[in-house]
């Protein structure tokens, strides 16, 4: 029986469900992925739009529809995160993906148009729990899916706040939990398959089923897909287009963590090193301190002062000139103790045979150190925990003991499947494009990880990529947004002009906003391109700056 008749015969949910049962034991090989939503199409089209409702009945492979309904135009307020389990844990360093926010009164829930909200609870594995959201807007659909990433250890879905505005833009969009509630790794103890649902399989996962639904809500599949993610979510776009490259058209990866154990490694490191004695702890007014005395020696080399450095890598300012004066102390020099700390954090972490494994703060971002330098009682569960329960399993691992070479090596081994490979030949042979942007000030990821990525992808696949692959370093600009530089841009319209116009980006027109005042506007110019002062004029408006190769 053909996908046609089975829907005029059985009905839509019976044809759609027995279109997926008839192709799901082939649905593991590259190839037959996506044969479901190719294969039953016809089935879909021969029906007319399915009520939100009523997809409450389709049945998809190894998920569960714990809610399909219609939500009417105007105020809405999606599930706050749950609460993090109990977890031997120091607090998270300040600006870190995955940090508590601040809490104040709730702002007020934003407007929506009306949409169809399902909720689903994926479960790949015996040990999966994978709660995810699809969101579908009811009237005006660009014929386009969305997904979004999280931050830090996830643990919720995180990117509602992109939903809404993909929503209201008119795509349908999907974020999910990776399998697990809470901020910290402890849900990592004794459980490897929810390791994995974090380091890929979840994200996979919440694709397919999302592509299915929206396929069964609309009588077709998505014309494009989009992966917009920040810090695990530039890592999650990242691998999205290694593992599974037909899954998306285009990925925005900002500020990844796509080393995963070895930005981890880097923050043991330093964790362990500040926490010697009390002596080299570093108090903000001396953090604050230190960054005056860099922009003084640094700031003008780029051709104007403006608090920003273009490319931090290029000063060469030696903290040492804070050093204090014999018996003195005070909050504008440095201790000899804490100058060991302060070289520590700009230092790159190696192995002793001298190779790289994670390089180490730039120049500029010193007032974001508060949280890396703070006197805590041990290094946050951010990162200490990725040892702890990912690669030891182990809750009572001592990371006094912690050992750059032997503990990173271990870490690779045993989750270093979590990382994502600087090789994407297949997303570019499917057409795909990367958008990447990472923030020179940002002290939760060294940008010059994201650096690192971009050359060694055109090291593996060849020197000239700019087709379908661009970095913007973003001067002054913290962890995925924020800080005294221009980080405002609207990266979703300009991979949709790259990928669906071929307007790739030669510039991108960023801002720096105040309240609700736009009070600096700055180009972003593709790597290793860098904006240069044109020598006249504001230095905060872009026009008096070009994108020139240095």
């Not at 934003?110 to 015996?126: D, H, K, W």
């Not at 702890?281 to 953090?287: E, R």
């Not at 003195?328 to 103790?337: E, G, K, R, V």
């Not at 000030?441 to 060294?446: E, G, K, L, P, R």
Request: hydrophobic residues 40%.
């Amino acid at each position: 029986m053909s996908a046609e008749d089975a829907a005029r015969s059985f009905g839509f949910e019976k044809a759609l469900a027995r279109c997926f049962a008839d192709l799901s034991n082939l649905r593991e090989t590259t190839v037959i992925r996506s044969l479901p939503f190719l294969l039953c199409g016809g089935a879909l089209a021969a029906v007319a739009q399915t009520p939100c409702e009523k997809l409450s009945s389709v049945k998809l492979e190894n998920a569960i529809i714990t809610a399909a309904e219609s939500v009417a135009a105007g105020p809405y307020r999606a599930a706050a995160p749950p609460a993090a389990p109990a977890a031997p844990a120091a607090p998270a360093p300040a600006g870190r993906a995955g940090a508590p926010a601040g809490r104040g009164a709730a702002p007020a829930p934003p407007v929506l148009p009306a949409f169809c909200r399902v909720a689903l609870t994926l479960t790949p594995s015996s040990d999966s729990h994978i709660e995810m959201e699809l969101w579908m807007p009811a009237e005006n659909w660009n014929n386009k899916y969305q997904a979004v990433g999280n931050g830090g250890w996830a643990g919720s879905i995180q990117g509602f706040a992109n939903m809404q505005t993909a929503l209201r833009e008119g795509y349908a969009t999907s974020g999910n939990d990776t399998g697990h509630k809470g901020a910290d790794p402890v849900f990592g103890l004794n459980h490897p398959e929810k390791l994995v649902d974090f380091a890929y399989r979840a994200n996979h996962e919440m694709v397919l089923k999302s592509k299915a639904l929206i396929a069964a809500f609309y009588g077709k599949g998505p014309r494009l897909s989009y992966w917009n993610g920040c810090s695990t979510g530039g890592r999650q776009g990242l691998m999205e287009a290694y593992k599974y490259p037909e899954d998306f058209d285009g990925v925005i990866a900002g500020a990844p963590a796509n080393y995963q154990t070895h930005l981890h490694a880097w923050d043991m490191m330093v964790g362990v090193g500040v926490r010697k004695d009390d002596q080299h702890f570093v108090s903000t007014p001396k953090l604050n301190a230190l960054n005056k005395a860099v922009l003084a020696a640094c700031d003008a080399m780029d051709g104007v002062k403006d608090g920003l450095l273009n490319d931090p890598r290029k000063c060469k300012f030696d903290p040492a000139a804070l050093l204090c004066k014999t018996g003195a102390n005070s909050d504008d020099c440095l201790t000899p103790a804490e100058l060991e700390s302060v070289k520590l954090v700009y230092s790159s972490a190696k192995k002793k045979s001298g190779e790289l494994i994670f390089p180490g703060k730039e120049p500029g971002s010193e007032t974001g150190w508060a949280g890396i330098v703070a006197n805590t009682p041990a290094p946050a569960m951010l990162s200490m925990g990725s040892f702890m329960y990912a690669t030891y399993n182990d809750a009572n691992w001592d990371w006094r003991k912690f050992d750059l070479d032997r503990d990173v090596a271990a870490a690779d081994e045993k989750f270093g499947y979590v990382n994502a490979p600087p090789d994407l030949t297949g997303f570019k042979n499917h057409g795909g494009k990367l958008l990447l942007y990472h923030g020179w000030n940002d002290t939760a990821i060294s940008p010059e990880n994201t650096v690192n990525y971009y050359e060694s992808l055109l090291k593996k696949m060849g020197s000239k990529q700019d087709s379908w692959v661009r970095l913007f370093m973003e001067p002054g600009m913290q962890h995925c947004q924020g800080g005294p530089g221009p980080d405002q841009f609207n990266k979703v319209a300009i991979l949709e002009r790259w990928r669906e116009s071929n307007a790739a980006p030669d510039m991108i027109l960023a801002s720096h906003v105040t309240g609700n005042n736009v009070d600096m506007t700055r180009p972003l110019c593709p790597y290793p391109q860098v904006a240069v002062y044109k020598g006249t004029g504001s230095a905060n408006d872009a026009a008096n700056f070009s994108c020139k190769t240095p």
